[in-house]
């Protein structure tokens, strides 16, 4: 699976040499149906239906090859492990680079041509059905699809680079780099951070191309009042917008009780295409690094399958 989601990372679903059965065997799917009312009769009938490829809730929901013992290596080949620091992100499968399938189509329908055909440079790489929402008519469709942002939170974010010289910890690089290679670029960057940053450092580690779009929000993120994240999101996003958010301040009840309000809140949730979250639970492999937090790794199966079946592909962070 690492193999496979490695490759991915880097050529993404164009890349023609894997063959369907063998991601249908390894991944896992989530399923997008875009349905068309007539607002005479109230009738509904189905346009558009396809599968998204994303990694399994497997295992310990992180890169195996960076917790688990060393295999020999008649068993698991010695570059398998290049990378494979505590940090890894190689297992996560982003949308921008996960493969799909289109199962249903009315023929003939101008509203599915105009849904197919995404032409900002920027977002090219960004699927329809990733910002593509609660739309009631042609002149909504035509505007969400022509004018989509892509905005990251960075909820924990530490300097963009790393955390204290480990760049194997940068959230904002990590994000960025993988979007870039799919030749899609932020349009904004909220990064919250409630550890007192170096503010030359934090802003000398931008990209040029980042740095007009970076905000840094050197607070910690709160439940509720003007530091709560998802105020925040509500104000500047629409649901025609590619929100990716990431959660990781290492305040295990708060983040609990923002991830609550997700699920929750539908005002919320239907803003959300992607969400990386480091579920702290107990779990023997990881009390060395975690500690001993209530709840099992069983929890954080049903927690992010309930995410997903909302419609938000979560993922774990490491």
Not at 231 to 250: E, G, N, R, Y
Request: proline residues 5%.
């Amino acid at each position: 699976m690492i193999q496979l989601l490695n490759v991915l990372q880097k050529s993404g679903r164009y890349d023609t040499s894997i063959a369907q059965s063998q991601i249908d065997d390894v991944l896992s799917t989530m399923y997008y149906r875009y349905e068309c009312m007539n607002t005479d009769t109230f009738v509904t009938s189905k346009i558009l239906e396809v599968s998204h490829s994303i990694e399994p809730l497997i295992g310990l929901l992180r890169d195996p090859f960076s917790i688990c013992s060393r295999l020999h290596t008649s068993v698991v080949p010695p570059s398998l492990y290049d990378g494979a620091d505590l940090q890894s992100k190689r297992f996560i499968l982003l949308s921008v680079s996960a493969p799909f399938y289109t199962h249903t189509v009315l023929p003939g329908s101008r509203l599915l041509n105009e849904i197919s055909i995404i032409s900002d440079d920027n977002n090219k790489n960004v699927l329809p059905w990733m910002y593509q929402r609660l739309a009631h008519t042609d002149i909504e469709m035509e505007i969400n699809i022509r004018n989509p942002k892509v905005i990251l939170f960075d909820l924990g974010s530490s300097y963009f680079g790393g955390w204290e010289k480990d760049d194997t910890a940068a959230a904002g690089k990590w994000f960025y780099e993988y979007y870039k290679r799919f030749n899609v670029k932020f349009d904004r960057i909220i990064a919250f951070e409630f550890s007192s940053l170096n503010q030359h450092d934090a802003w000398e580690q931008l990209p040029s191309d980042v740095f007009s779009v970076y905000t840094l929000i050197n607070v910690g993120v709160t439940e509720s009042g003007k530091f709560n994240p998802w105020a925040m999101l509500q104000t500047i996003a629409q649901p025609s917008d590619h929100i990716i958010v990431k959660l990781d301040i290492d305040t295990s009840g708060l983040e609990n009780t923002l991830i609550n309000q997700i699920l929750t809140d539908p005002s919320i949730h239907i803003l959300i295409d992607e969400l990386l979250f480091e579920h702290h639970v107990t779990v023997n492999e990881m009390i060395p690094h975690w500690g001993r937090f209530p709840g099992t790794l069983k929890d954080s199966y049903v927690l992010f399958r309930k995410l997903r079946q909302l419609g938000i592909r979560a993922h774990s962070w490491p």
